[in-house]
């Protein structure tokens, strides 16, 4: 499929979310919207890995470059970040560690239940 049908269908995507976000009573990013309406749209099978590999693989590609307009943001902000340095540094490692924490736990957990589903299919078989 073409990479411009592929923009193509994704721009509709963006469109439809910003228009439902209007509709709704709260506020609510249509980016994040988007992004749940492709996930919607692929379980359903309405919308193909096909449909958007290209594309996708192009933004995965050029992440770095997307976040260039985000950095030169918080450079704009630079003063108000090195007056507050301390108390980042200590937000940004605690947060670091408690999801490096909560991350093992969950796949320390996983590993047990699929161990234990494996366990009682081999059990009903051999049984």
């Not at 509709?23 to 492709?38: Q, R, T």
């Not at 192009?58 to 950095?71: G, I």
């Not at 093992?104 to 589903?117: A, D």
Request: glycine share 6%.
């Amino acid at each position: 499929m073409s990479i411009l049908w592929q923009i193509g269908i994704m721009f509709v995507i963006c469109f439809a979310a910003q228009w439902l976000v209007t509709l709704l009573p709260f506020a609510f990013p249509s980016s994040v919207l988007a992004m749940l309406l492709v996930l919607v749209l692929l379980l359903c099978g309405l919308l193909r890995i096909k449909h958007i590999k290209e594309l996708a693989n192009w933004f995965s590609q050029n992440l770095a470059f997307l976040f260039v307009p985000a950095c030169t943001g918080v450079i704009e902000y630079f003063d108000l970040i090195a007056s507050n340095i301390l108390q980042i540094f200590v937000i940004a490692i605690v947060s670091a560690l408690l999801v490096f924490a909560v991350t093992g736990w969950t796949v320390k957990g996983l590993i047990l239940l699929q161990n234990k589903i494996l366990g009682k299919r081999e059990e009903t078989q051999n049984g």
